[in-house]
């Protein structure tokens, strides 16, 4: 009676070792959904379209976008954490999916174990732009008087926790300064005050600064990475400023629902990154504002457990928290 049961058992396993292989040869044989957890209209919501388009293609079956939005992004994040893992519900998120896990006290979803990163996509880069009115031409100019003047500087963002609210502590946090955060409901809200002058600066998405920055409206003052930017060669780096190996970027990833079978992850992937490659895709990029660097599923995995590192370390030096 043993033997039989181990001869089943090893034959259960043999049928097992067989099924992912063999259904990822077959996949995909029907219309992939794409969830993207913001409006539709936005970077996000572009670059997913974008990509969505000649992933069609490539896999030779349709991809369908869906905006589903609230809770900071946590619905549409939550649907595809809970749906099927075949490969055919997939997440095109910002990198709010890293800070919610930081400021959010409860989340339905556990980000490491709900979700497996397919890639990695790009970023776009963070700018610290401030009002004509700041005595502050330079980025050391600007942490003199931050510190000169505790808590009176006020600085926007999109909502308590977003990037640009967290942006703003990290280099607080970086650079011994203190200010005052002023939380909006949208980036275009927050920027409009920077413009008018309710604002002293902010860290901005360097697409949604750029054209105020070429009209004098608002001044670029340092890029927030290590390197400088294409869209603005003029500005000078974080590195350069004096703060080496500081990069708080826009950061955008692939994610389908744990348990996803292996192959079909590395399916997607190559097929993600194929289209990434193309000049085509990477001229749609530049037009953008995205700077592309698709990676591998692993990779894509450690830069995420990276992160949540390190926002939650800001989070907690800053005491923020969004309900």
């Not at 500081?246 to 194929?274: C, E, M, S």
């Not at 592309?292 to 990276?306: K, Q, V």
């Amino acid at each position: 009676m043993k033997n039989i049961f181990q001869w089943v058992f090893v034959g259960v396993l043999s049928l097992l070792s067989t099924v992912s292989p063999s259904f990822a040869q077959n996949f995909p044989n029907k219309p992939i959904q794409i969830i993207v957890p913001v409006a539709a209209g936005g970077g996000t919501d572009l670059l997913a379209r974008t990509l969505g388009q000649k992933v069609s293609e490539v896999l030779g079956q349709p991809v369908v976008i869906e905006n589903r939005l609230g809770a900071g992004g946590n619905i549409g994040v939550e649907m595809v954490a809970k749906a099927k893992p075949d490969g055919y519900t997939l997440l095109v998120s910002p990198g709010t999916i890293a800070t919610n896990v930081a400021v959010y006290r409860k989340l339905p979803y556990d980000l490491l174990k709900d979700l497996q990163t397919v890639t990695l996509v790009g970023q776009t880069g963070s700018v610290l732009v401030v009002h004509p009115s700041v005595k502050a031409t330079n980025l050391r100019e600007f942490v003199d008087l931050a510190k000169a003047s505790p808590g009176e500087l006020n600085y926007g963002s999109a909502g308590m926790g977003s990037p640009q609210h967290l942006h703003a502590e990290f280099f607080n946090q970086l650079a011994g300064t203190k200010t005052n955060h002023i939380p909006y409901k949208g980036q275009s809200q927050a920027m409009t005050d920077l413009v008018g002058g309710q604002l002293a600066y902010m860290f901005s998405p360097v697409q949604n600064a750029l054209p105020y920055i070429q009209q004098g409206r608002i001044r670029a003052l340092t890029m927030a990475a290590s390197q400088r930017n294409p869209n603005l060669p003029q500005v000078p780096s974080l590195a350069e400023g004096g703060y080496k190996g500081v990069d708080l970027a826009n950061w955008f990833a692939v994610y389908a629902p744990a348990g996803t079978p292996p192959a079909i992850v590395k399916k997607l992937n190559a097929a993600f990154v194929q289209v990434g490659k193309t000049p085509e895709m990477k001229a749609k990029f530049e037009k953008l504002g995205f700077e592309p660097f698709f990676t591998t599923s692993e990779d894509g995995t450690d830069f995420m457990r990276a992160e949540l590192v390190r926002w939650a370390r800001v989070a907690a030096y800053a005491g923020i928290k969004a309900e």
